[in-house]
């Protein structure tokens, strides 16, 4: 099985900065992708970015220039830099890990998530 934990959310004001982590326990193979998705009340989960197979990275539009996604692979930890917050990335913020069970099936994992709040 494998654990994922964030960290790293809080309350930032209008144009600052902050950088989430997702540590990563257990049986950690074959990542087939990994990434961090958001849920603002009263809205469905969406895409913030992730990382595919090879290396491929993919940005929600809302947080492309703003937000850098990285990974450590001696840690286990997947990051989140996100700058020039605004209200609009208001939500919680989970990590995700899809990994290569078969040739046919991946396994999902998700965090438990971690509020932003960006407010003055």
């Known amino acids: 099985q494998v654990q994922l934990v964030e960290s790293g959310g809080g309350l930032v004001q209008p144009g600052g900065s902050l950088r989430l982590s997702c540590a990563a326990s257990?049986?950690?193979?074959?990542?087939?992708?990994m990434g961090w998705y958001r849920q603002a009340p009263g809205k469905q989960r969406e895409l913030v970015a992730k990382?595919?197979?090879?290396?491929?990275?993919n940005y929600s539009d809302s947080v492309k220039g703003r937000f850098t996604i990285s990974r450590d692979n001696a840690k286990n930890t997947m990051y989140l830099q996100m700058n020039s917050l605004n209200s609009e990335d208001t939500a919680v913020y989970y990590c995700?890990?899809?990994?290569?069970?078969?040739?046919?099936?991946?396994?999902?994992?998700w965090g438990q998530g971690t509020q932003v709040t960006v407010s003055s």
């Open positions: 995700n890990v899809a990994l290569e069970n078969t040739v046919y099936t991946r396994r999902v994992y």
């Open positions: 257990g049986s950690i193979r074959s990542v087939y992708s």
């Open positions: 990382i595919i197979t090879g290396g491929t990275i």
